[in-house]
T-cell receptor, first 113, second 113 residues
Framework: DTEVTQTPKHLVMGMTNKKSLKCEQH?????MYWYKQKAKKPPELMFV???????INESVPSRFSPECPNSSLLNLHLHALQPEDSALYLC????????????FGPGTRLLVL | AQSVTQLGSHVSVSEGALVLLRCNYS??????LFWYVQYPNQGLQLLLK??????LVKGINGFEAEFKKSETSFHLTKPSAHMSDAAEYFC???????????FGKGTLLTVNP
């Protein structure tokens, strides 16, 4: 099974709201990722977790707060977002180490009003 | 550092025609190369991956890619296009111990009846 699940599928939020995106995988992967994808662009890496510890933060604004409560779950907490943060947010997971295949979830389509 | 260049942001073919999507890479270490496909409003699905085991890599849905080190290329081909192949295709590179997956800008494939 190479499935990564993400909830919710769609999310609309105001600039003062707090919301969370959730990602889950049961492939035993110890690396998990958050990407942001704008329309007609490739995914941009935001965060990488390795063994539940944050290993890469691509200078993402603090209004995005990642959390990895266990090896199967990855959350992205959102607060005080801007309209330009509207995008498709993709979660991925892989085995530990460089060059491993990343398996992507279906994404959460976020609209910030 | 790694980078990927996809030649042609949009490729249009007729159903049954050869599909050729071009990808050139740059890597300071032996690369891992990937092709992903993204259907509208979905996440990325792995088509195939090059890991140095063989220069001709076969993937899902009849796609294959050939690694040519002398040309630093990893072009994706399919002998006969099907309407269901219409999607965005991303070439990506990773290398060494680096978790980062560097994507090309993507090529939109349209298939005409």
């Amino acid at each position: 099974d190479t499935e990564v699940t993400q909830t919710p599928k769609h999310l609309v939020m105001g600039m003062t709201n707090k919301k969370s995106l959730k990602c889950e995988q049961h492939m035993g992967h110890r690396a998990m990722y958050w990407y942001k994808q704008k329309a007609k662009k490739p995914p941009e890496l935001m965060f990488v977790y390795s063994y539940e510890k944050l290993s890469i933060n691509e200078s993402v604004p603090s209004r995005f707060s990642p959390e990895c409560p266990n090896s199967s779950l990855l959350n992205l907490h959102l607060h005080a977002l801007q309209p330009e943060d509207s995008a498709l947010y993709l979660c991925a997971s892989s085995q530990e180490g460089g060059g491993k295949t990343q398996y992507f979830g279906p994404g959460t389509r976020l609209l910030v009003l | 550092a790694q980078s990927v260049t996809q030649l042609g942001s949009h490729v249009s073919v007729s159903e049954g025609a050869l599909v050729l999507l071009r990808c050139n890479y740059s890597s300071s270490v032996p690369p891992y190369l990937f092709w992903y496909v993204q259907y509208p409003n979905q996440g990325l699905q792995l088509l195939l991956k090059y890991t140095s085991a063989a220069t001709l890599v076969k993937g899902i849905n009849g796609f294959e890619a050939e690694f040519k080190k002398s040309e630093t290329s990893f072009h994706l081909t399919k002998p006969s296009a099907h309407m269901s192949d219409a999607a965005e295709y991303f070439c990506a590179v990773s290398g060494g111990s680096n978790y980062k997956l560097t994507f090309g800008k993507g090529t939109l494939l349209t298939v005409n009846p």
